[in-house]
């Protein structure tokens, strides 16, 4: 089984719904993230949470919010989603003691229409 | 503030060619971490190498192989005889402590390459 899921891995969804994507992680890492890749701007970094009480803004936060239900999950949502955040969406762990390597999910390629 | 940067952002090579990724960083920390992912098509992240900035031997790994110089701030990847399953979007990264104690790292990507290997 992976390590750090995703899901869902495909959504097309229209503007102005909300829409939760979810991330799990079996790896007992503290530490979690959520990026968004659009093509030729590599990975950009929204949120990302060192514990469950602990959640912060990354460059990008505007337009999405987080929740930290466990320390084995970490939601992205969007609450009015708009077209510009059609992109790929990436989880990411890492261990605090080896807190600069950080182990991705799958994906989740999202669409907004 | 750290940056990473990737120029080439298309290169288009024949199958058995040899072909260089060029990697150049910057930062303000003596101790930081490189990185190189790989994106095939389907789109999964694959690692394929971390480096810390005390470590400047080249590595190779099979066809593989990176040249990394603190003097020029580069981290460069060479694949030798390129196949078409190379094909990909290559990502090199930096990470870097961005508080006293060095627990908390932040990572930051190139826009990467698109390799393009043709048979």
């Known amino acids: 089984d992976a390590d750090v899921t995703q899901t869902p891995r495909n959504r097309i969804t229209k503007t102005g719904k909300r829409i939760m994507l979810e991330c799990s992680q079996t790896?007992?890492?503290?530490?979690m993230y959520w990026y968004r890749q659009d093509p030729g701007l590599g990975l950009r970094l929204i949120y990302y949470?060192?514990?469950?009480?602990?959640?912060n803004k990354g460059e990008i936060s505007d337009g999405y919010s987080v929740s930290r239900q466990a320390q084995a999950k970490f939601s992205l949502s969007l609450e009015s989603a708009i077209p510009n955040q059609t992109a790929l969406y990436f989880c990411?762990?890492?261990?605090?003691?080896?807190?600069?390597?950080?182990?991705f999910g799958p994906g989740t390629r999202l669409t907004v229409t | 503030a750290q940056k990473v940067t990737q120029a080439q952002t298309e290169i288009s090579v024949v199958e058995k060619e040899d072909v260089t990724l060029d990697c150049v960083y910057e930062?303000?920390?003596?101790?930081?971490?490189l990185f190189w992912y790989k994106q095939p098509p389907s789109g999964e992240l694959v690692f394929l190498i971390r480096?810390?900035?005390?470590?400047?031997q080249n590595e190779i790994s099979g066809r593989y192989s990176w040249n990394f110089q603190k003097s020029t701030s580069s981290f460069n990847f060479t694949i030798t005889a390129s196949q078409v399953v190379d094909s990909a979007v290559y990502f090199c990264?930096?990470?870097?402590?961005?508080?006293?104690?060095?627990?908390?790292?932040?990572?930051?990507f190139g826009k990467g390459t698109l390799l393009t290997v043709n048979p």
């Open positions: 949470s060192f514990d469950v009480k602990d959640i």
């Open positions: 990411a762990t890492s261990d605090p003691q080896r807190p600069n390597e950080q182990y």
């Open positions: 990264a930096l990470s870097e402590s961005y508080n006293s104690g060095g627990s908390n790292y932040k990572l930051t």
């Open positions: 790896k007992g890492h503290d530490r």
């Open positions: 480096r810390n900035s005390f470590d400047e």
């Open positions: 930062t303000r920390d003596t101790t930081y971490y």
